[in-house]
């Protein structure tokens, strides 16, 4: 089992930036394909960006590319979502997620989104116009 647990939410101005956190207990990361997805209100969730099970490579949405940025510390077992120029549409609820290789699921490729098995609560990001 891995838990995760997000912070770094809050209110924020259009242009502003927030860093988000997603500390990991149970597994290492070092283990595990990391995802940011979001959720904004009647929205479906979507995703932000997803990285391969090295981290080396990440996908970004579209909508985020060049704004955010995702990186991992394994010494801390943390993960890291940098977002920057932050606009109104980028409100949403943004839930850290993690696929484990222990899990087994298959490491050739980025995990699908239903191969997320772990999920945090979710912290609120809301950019104010």
């Known amino acids: 089992q891995v838990q995760l647990v997000e912070s770094g939410g809050g209110l924020v101005q259009s242009g502003g930036s927030l860093r988000l956190s997603c500390a990991a207990s149970g597994r290492t990361l070092s283990s595990a394909a990391m995802g940011w997805f979001r959720q904004a209100p009647g929205k479906e969730r979507e995703f932000v960006v997803r990285s391969s099970w090295s981290g080396v490579s990440t996908y970004y949405a579209d909508s985020v590319k060049g704004r955010f940025t995702l990186s991992r510390d394994n010494a801390k077992n943390t993960v890291y979502l940098q977002m920057n120029r932050l606009k109104p549409e980028d409100t949403a609820v943004y839930y850290c997620?993690?696929?484990?290789?222990?899990?087994?699921?298959?490491?050739?490729?980025?995990?699908?989104?239903?191969?997320?098995?772990?999920w945090g609560q979710g912290t609120q990001v809301t950019v104010s116009s």
């Open positions: 997620a993690a696929a484990h290789r222990d899990d087994g699921i298959p490491t050739y490729r980025i995990p699908l989104v239903n191969e997320y098995n772990y």
